[in-house]
Nanobody, 121 residues
Framework: QVQLVESGGGLAQAGGSLRLSCAVS????????MGWFRRAPGKEREFVAA????????YYADSVKGRFSVSRDNAKNTVYLQMNNLKPEDTAVYYC??????????????WGQGTQVTVSS
């Protein structure tokens, strides 16, 4: 059974940084594309970033491009989301998802439980 466990959320000030981690177990991670999504209060879930297992190609939502960076460590079965220059509008529950590098949530097979990120102004 595939399991995804996020960590690293918390409280940050605007302009600050946080790094989220997502540890994957239950399958071969090196051939598994991964994505990050978020859901803000009162809003729908939205795509944030993704990384393909093929060549490590990355994809970003326009709202985070230039501020967030997605990476993976195949030796640790972990994908990361480095978030810099955080804004209050980045406040959301962040979810990692496995099985795709698409911007479409339904393309993913497995999801983590989510981790809260709160950015104060």
């Amino acid at each position: 059974q595939v399991q995804l466990v996020e960590s690293g959320g918390g409280l940050a000030q605007a302009g600050g940084s946080l790094r989220l981690s997502c540890a994957v177990s239950g399958r071969t991670f090196s051939t598994y594309s991964m994505g990050w999504f978020r859901r803000a209060p009162g809003k729908e879930r939205e795509f944030v970033a993704a990384i393909s297992w093929i060549g490590g190609r990355t994809y970003y939502a326009d709202s985070v491009k230039g501020r967030f960076s997605v990476s993976r460590d195949n030796a640790k079965n972990t994908v990361y989301l480095q978030m810099n220059n955080l804004k209050p509008e980045d406040t959301a529950v962040y979810y990692c998802a496995g099985g795709s590098s698409s911007t479409v949530a339904s393309s993913y097979d497995y999801w983590g439980q989510g981790t809260q990120v709160t950015v104060s102004s």
